[in-house]
Structure formats: structure tokens, C-alpha cells
């Protein structure tokens, strides 16, 4: 068994897809119209066959909620994994991205807490060894 797809709830489609592709550097799977709403997925460029992110519309009631809580209390609703926590921080700032957590090192793991303008922080993190 292994992981195919997995979801991140978000405010705007457009606005979630180039964001996770002109500033995060994905790169677009799928994106297939369903109604009002797509199916639109995004990858890894290192790993175009790999696990596909669901750029998925917020539209159930249940969604807001959710969201809003955990940004008041600062959890990611994700984590994406980067080689260097650091260089991606920085890199991300400049181009106007906003962190809720700079560069943590904590052991084994750094990590660093980003908001995806979409509704969501999203940590980003590197594990050493």
C-alpha cells in the first residue's frame, strides 16, 4: 500500500494552483473540470509519477471551520519536505511569502511554518540522516 493522492482544502482553486506552482515550484498533474469547481492536482518536479497533491475547493461547510481553527492555534495542515529548511525559507520570503514560524531547528529536525494564502500553513521541513 502506499500514498496516491492527499488533499489540502483551499479558498480559490486559481489562486491555490499558482501559488503552488509559481511560488512553492510544483508543477500541475491534473486539471479537469468539474462544475464549478476541477479536479486539479499537483507534484513534486522530482517526482512526477509520485504522490499528487489535491489542490481540493473548501466548499463543505465543515471546511471553514476547521481551517480557521487551526490557524488560531498555528498547526499546519501539512508538511512538505525540502533539503534545506533554511535556503527555502529564504528563498520564499523573497518572494513575498509569509511565514508564521521562521527556521526552527529542533534535533533531527528543522522546521519552519509557512501560509499558503489559500487558508492553510504549511510547514516545511527537513529531517537529517
Known amino acids: 500500500m502506499r500514498i496516491h493522492l492527499a488533499s489540502v482544502f483551499v479558498d480559490d482553486q486559481e489562486q491555490a494552483l499558482r ?3 509559481e511560488v512553492l515550484g510544483f508543477v500541475k498533474k491534473h486539471d479537469i473540470p ?3 469547481h476541477r479536479w486539479l492536482t499537483v507534484v513534486s518536479p522530482q517526482d512526477p509519477d509520485g504522490t499528487e497533491l489535491v489542490l481540493e475547493p473548501g466548499a463543505h461547510p465543515a471546511v ?3 481551517k480557521e481553527a487551526l490557524v488560531t492555534d498555528g ?3 501539512t508538511s512538505f519536505a525540502v533539503d534545506d529548511v ?5 528563498r520564499l520570503r523573497g518572494l513575498g511569502v509569509r511565514f508564521t514560524q521562521e527556521p526552527v531547528d529542533m534535533g533531527p529536525v528543522t522546521t519552519a511554518v509557512l501560509d499558503d494564502t489559500c487558508g492553510n500553513l ?3 521541513a527537513h529531517q537529517a540522516g
Open 19 to 21: 501559488f503552488y506552482t
Open 34 to 36: 468539474l462544475g464549478e
Open 64 to 66: 471553514n471551520p476547521f
Open 75 to 77: 498547526i499546519p495542515f
Open 86 to 90: 533554511k535556503a527555502e525559507y529564504e
Open 122 to 124: 504549511i510547514q516545511i
